[in-house]
């Protein structure tokens, strides 16, 4: 039996999935000691070709693939959880690669702290694919998921803090007993949905902990088109949608969320001139103002929230 199932889903990403999966296999942990499970999920590109071919390159690991036909980041995490073994899940992007002992942290961590400990995640390494723009600061960096700003001693998360589901190693029993990631939340293609770090909420709230090790590291890609002030607008809005679908989610569970929320709206023909300028000029603020315009939309209905 495994000690340890990578959990990798990928979307219409062959050109970076090749150096995800090399990074993976020549981790210094003993190949017999974890496997691979790609997830395809409605895949229409060369991820197929991909999988087969650094699978014969490394004969002696497991790296085997299964299919999702439905679109959806949290769906396919959920299919790869169902069709792996080991008590520990470590799930991966596709546009990132692991640094070589990654999986020998997270085993070497687990085993130091109790069973009480749900999830370790570590640190996000950027790799730029354009020089970062002067007025893009941290708050924006965690949107694109750039960095965990947590510092470099392994700890305890506090209860402001969260962790990246995309370098995060989790106990199987903590994700069934929470029934999985939400189907509802996470991305869908194209659609910029976001449930980073909600089923993290609910786990602290059945009394699990969370911990950051920052030696467990990871390099993700950051896309030159997402270091425009466009995509983030997209990214904010739908943020918004996503934490409306949040809320829901947290109720499911008995999770308290905030009785009362302050939404910072345009409140004049001025202030709604943001909406179509793609500036950098209070880009931060208008940003806010965007993640909230997309929670007001989605608590009326005008934007359907999927429920699973």
Known sequence: MFEISVNLATHNRASYLE???????????????????????????????VVVAVAA??????????????????RARNRGIAETSAPLIANIDDDATANPAWLECFLTRFESLL???????GEITPVWQAPPPEWL??????????????????????PHEGLFEGNTCYRRSALLSVGKFPVELGRVNNLLLSGEGAVNAVLRHQG??????????????????RLKP?????RMFWQGVSDYAMHAYYQ???LETVGQINLDLPMDQKDWAFVNQNTVENLGKNLKKLE????????????????P
Request: a negative charge.
């Open 208 to 225: 699990w902990r969370l911990f950051f090790e920052p030696a467990a590291s990871i390099n993700h890609v950051i896309h030159a088109e």
């Open 252 to 254: 499911r569970y008995g």
């Open 57 to 74: 390159r490394y004969p002696r690991h497991r790296l085997f693939m299964v299919s999702e036909p439905v679109a959806g980041l949290s």
């Open 19 to 49: 150096a995800c999966l090399v990074s993976l296999c020549e981790q210094t942990l003993c190949s017999t000691r974890y496997e691979i499970c790609v997830v395809n999920n409605a895949c229409t590109d060369e991820t197929s070709d």
């Open 137 to 158: 600061d941290a708050w924006m960096k965690g949107a694109l998921s750039a960095a965990s700003n947590m510092g470099a001693v392994p700890r305890f998360i506090e």
């Open 230 to 234: 466009e995509w983030l607008r997209k």
């Open 115 to 121: 069973d009480d400990v749900a999830a370790i995640g």
């Open 292 to 307: 909230c315009l997309g929670f007001i939309l989605a608590m009326s209905g005008l934007i359907p929230i999927n429920t």
